[in-house]
């Protein structure tokens, strides 16, 4: 067989899980007496994504408007004359994959909306930081291959990402420290988990981030330092320190953290080796802003406007033109399943989501359209938490039935056209 | 009923076949390029009279796509306003929203560069783990074919190999599964070994220096990585962005790295970059005529210039450990880098050449000089390296300086006044013919990259097809084509898209032995981040990643091995 023949081929599937952005792919997935059952794994968080899913019967949710069920043509049509009525629409959640967002962006140009995901703050943080100063960052397989300290700073990603520790490497037999970085201020230290290293420091999170770059810069902070100036003195002596860090547990102006983080890690780097590892960008939220980001070349929070590309870090919080009335209609994306349900506000409201998120839209003035899962009911696109790799993911059951959030959003942008026309 | 166009009246330049500035038509049907049987008519003609034709352009080395231009984009947003506005949204129903500059957006890339009269581009540098993004970027430019050359050579699986004396044929077969992998077009190696060695905190690499943990040398890797492409028959060689980048006294790295090649074939990549010497002053000069005479000494190699233009860009380079040495010089002082999956790494700087600088005006006149210097033109390739020496869009400009004396000693006088009066370029009076753009920037790089059917005019060639109306200024000539054909459909008429297709996708699939497979299974399970089996992008899902574009496969040649 030829090479262009053979790599052609269908290829072995493992099953990605979708449902935190670690999209682990060594597990697998069984059906258990109607359920999916997770195998070779304890994760809490996949077992929850999985308990949405029915593996004995395709799901029989139906498109409604206003509460009354119709077919999805007739949804379509629906949601396509609350977009066309509407003067600033908002698109939100963003649960969907690579797919889903080349989609959605040629709506949002057609609209002129303004797009946030649902974890539209904490993706924010990462991304202001990056803006003003640049960063330096590493992915899972150096850190496996290759760390010999990791330092969490201000929570234990494990508590939300459960396979954490395992991709990072540890407990493989290598000799990789672990610290989770605490400031006294946190409400109560993270549970310790096995083999972590709790240091904490007097003060909050932006004085205690701020105090372990001034010590890793070798500038005078006396007494003052406690044990950071311990930490210091081993991020130094590392032979590949990792600073991971979880944007979605930082507080309101979260990014000046991210950016001590930066230095601390720019510094290390002018005679040692060091990274950041930030962990977020799940549910759909990193995957749509590096896809707007490449079609457009401006990430999100940003809206096509009469005057041009407006790009508002700020302006363009989602949460912020809800609470101010500044939009007039949202299209909610929530395919997963595990992002929150579509706000309760009193706006014309289509959401395109997993069937569960359809009791929460009711009422004058909505439209719900249930779609596939990727990972679930069809093959999709994510972007691994690190930004560098892009995992596939496949369907567990050949066809749920249900139309992916792409098809639902291509054939909406053509009956706006049509409304338009 | 089949449409046939003729272009009537028009001046062919096809370097490929031999044609130079002939008056004849140019008929096309079904996508291609054909002749019109005696007696029967076209159904559509257009008269070129007063045009030069020539085939779509094709930029070989172009970071388009992929994981470090998203991250300048992410970098960059205040490149993407028009002074306190925003960019204007397109006035062309046809385009979606998309800015430009130095850090397009995917569909402004496609959109630019077919309004220039390009054809294809291809992304340089893709790693793997990173190559369904890369092709999914390049599935979102629109119009242009596209494919992408693979990293090697600073995986760490490449270089334990080489250091352990692994047999090389399974080193070869580690390559040629990679390149089927990732649905490469060939292969690139950046800074070899040095991005490894970064992750191991060393701070510089020679050509015969050892990487300080897996002892071997870039020699060894530059030499293993050419004859492996040689053996599996890639048509593409090697594709080299060498040793000590921006260096002053590199050219020394760049011969060494030439030699390491014992006549094996490769393609130096944005030499410019890689040409300085240590004289003068300011221990920086130009060492732009020992490395064209090196070039002109080896037929063996090919070579991009990476031309720089003066003004504000992004430097994105998967040059990790040179980026990092560059990183003070950001301008505005941000940058980004990564290591990343065990196999490369990224570094993205910020950059404004200006030209009153001493050594950014020398810069421009080394990337010059290499252009005049090196006596055939089949094996250079007209590139800035973009975004990194400038963006894309600057290409009619430089082919403005060029082919005009008189224009390029103007610019030339405005320079630092150490460069202006001392340049050795001020000395060379070549003025690069239409026929040696042609070759440089359409036939050459289909040749070098075993493209058959493309960059040239003849009778089965794909029409992409490139009319330019005759104008003394030649960037004007050059900016804004007056037609300009994608596989046979009109796609840009004077400067606007006037139809948005999907370009297709450029790879090879050498043949290899697929036993290799056993040991890259057992080395990702123990070091990697991805389950083996998810790592080969199979045809349905690239054809998913590149928006259902179609597959181009390009041919192997015979290997005798």
Known sequence: ??????????????????????????????????????????????????????????????????????????????????????RQPLFGGLGTDVAGARALYALACRTGAVCDPAGGAALFHGLRALQDRGAFTTTLAEVRTRADLIVCVGSLPSERYPEFLRRCGVGEGGAVQVVLLQPMSAASADPAAEGVELVRF??????????????VAGRAVGDAAGSLGALAARLHAARYAVLAYEPAQLPPQGALIIEAINRVVATLNQRSRAAALPLGGGDGASTVNAVFTWLSGLPLRTR?????????????????????????????????GTEPPPPIIDLPRIVLGHPRFAAAVQGAATVFIPVSTPGIGSAGHLFRTDGSVL????????????????NVLKRLTRALQGANA | MTTTLRLRGGRVIDPTNGVDAEL????????RIVTLPPGEAATEEIDISGCIVMAGGIDMHTHIGGGKVNLARLLMPELQRAGPNPIALPSNPLELASCGGCTPGTLATGYRYVEMGYTAAFEPAMMACNARHTHMEMGDTPILDHGAYVMLGNDELFLEMLSRGADFQQIRDYVGWTINAAKAMGVKVVNPGGISAFKFNQRKLDVDENHVHWQVTPRQVVHTLAKALRELGVPHPLHIHGSNLGVAGNIQSTLETINALEGLPAHLTHVQFHAYGTEGPKKFSSAALQLAEAVN?????????????????????????????????????KWIGA??????????????????????????????????????????????????GG????????????????????QLAKLHPDVAANAALNSITRELSFYEIAIMTRAAPARLLGLTDRGHLGVGAAADISVYREDADREAMFTTPAYVFKDGTLVARAGRITAVSVGGTHFVAPDYDRGIETMLRKHHAAQGGVNFDQLAIGHDELCGCCNGGRLLPASCFETTS
């Open chain 2, 391 to 410: 963006p894309f869009t600057s290409y009619p400009h430089l082919i403005r300086l060029l082919t005009d004396r008189s224009f390029r000693a103007e």
């Open chain 1, 304 to 336: 096509a406007a009469p005057t041009g590309l407006e790009h508002e870090p700020l302006r363009f919080d989602a949460n912020r033109l809800l609470a101010d009335r500044a939009v007039d209609a949202l299209l909610w994306i929530a395919s997963f």
């Open chain 2, 297 to 333: 000494a080896h037929p063996n190699v090919s070579i991009d210039v990476g031309q720089i233009m003066f003004g504000q860009t992004v430097t994105a380079s998967g040059d990790t450990m040179r980026q990092h040495a560059q990183s003070g010089l950001a301008s505005p002082h």
């Open chain 1, 202 to 215: 007097d003060g909050d999170l932006f004085d205690t981030v701020a105090m372990l770059a001034a010590c």
């Open chain 1, 1 to 86: 067989m030829s090479a262009l023949k053979s790599s052609s081929g269908p290829v072995a599937a493992p099953w990605t899980c979708p449902f935190c952005p670690l999209l682990c792919d060594s597990f697998g997935v069984a059906a258990e007496d109607g359920s999916w059952v997770l195998t070779g794994s304890a994760c809490g968080r996949a077992r929850a994504g999985l308990s949405h899913f029915s593996a004995a019967v395709a799901p029989t949710a139906q498109p409604h408007i206003d509460g009354v069920a119709c077919d999805v043509e007739a949804a379509i049509a629906a949601a396509a004359r609350l977009l066309a009525a509407s």
């Open chain 2, 24 to 31: 004849r038509d140019v008929v096309v049907r079904d996508g």
């Open chain 2, 339 to 388: 290591d990343i999956e065990c196999e490369a790494g990224c570094g993205v700087v910020p950059f404004r050449y200006r030209d009153q600088n001493f050594v950014n005006a020398l810069q421009w006149a080394i990337g010059l000089e290499i252009f005049l210097l090196v006596n055939d033109p089949w094996r250079v390739v007209l590139t800035t390296d973009h975004p990194n």
């Open chain 1, 391 to 406: 995992m596939p993911l496949r369907a567990l059951r050949g066809d749920d039935g249900l139309p992916t959030v792409a």
